[in-house]
């Protein structure tokens, strides 16, 4: 089964992800895959690194600055993403009960290699929970089941998608 959840910037995606695949692992599943988070320094936002569930290895994904290939005042790091991401996702893809990944995003579209192994979790029969960009969301909505998160429903959002995982590996 795979789950998509999307919502405006800063509502608690990836605080969801987390706290699923904590609980998740809590079970004794294995849970693999990847987690964006910001870089704060000074109180302000300056980029973003990935991190890899398994292994907590990490990554930058992107910081403010000059470069190519950029995203607003953003500039990927293409080589610092997929150095974490691509591993993770390979590892996920042979071991584990639940990927994450969290985002699907415009930035992590600028690495090819991650388009890549996107398409062999979406090929995989592996259970899938995803975070994913408000505007990428008409693409993968189709693909499973699909939650827009809000302040409002993100405690029962997080309750529903874990006992739907919970009970899909307990089934096995
Ligand atoms: N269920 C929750 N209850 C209380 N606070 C929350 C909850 N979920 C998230 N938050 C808080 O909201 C803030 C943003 O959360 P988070 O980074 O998970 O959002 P996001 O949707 O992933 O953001 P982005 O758009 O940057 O990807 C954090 O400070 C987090 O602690």
Known sequence: MRFFVSGMPGVGKTTLAKRIADEVRREGFKVGGII??????????????VIALDTGE??????????????????IDVEGFERVAIPALSRALRGADLIVIDEIGPMEFKSNEFLKAL??????????????HRRLVDRYRPLGEYYWLTPENRNAVFSEILGRIK???KEK
Do not use: D, M, N, Q
């Open 36 to 49: 964006t988070e910001e870089i704060r320094e000074g109180g302000k936002r300056t980029g973003f690194r």
């Open 58 to 75: 990490i990554g930058r994904l992107a910081y403010v600055g000059y470069g190519y290939p950029r995203l607003g005042k953003y500039v």
């Open 167 to 169: 009970g899909l590996l």
């Open 119 to 132: 398409g062999l979790v979406l090929k995989s029969e592996k259970h899938l929970l995803a975070t994913v």
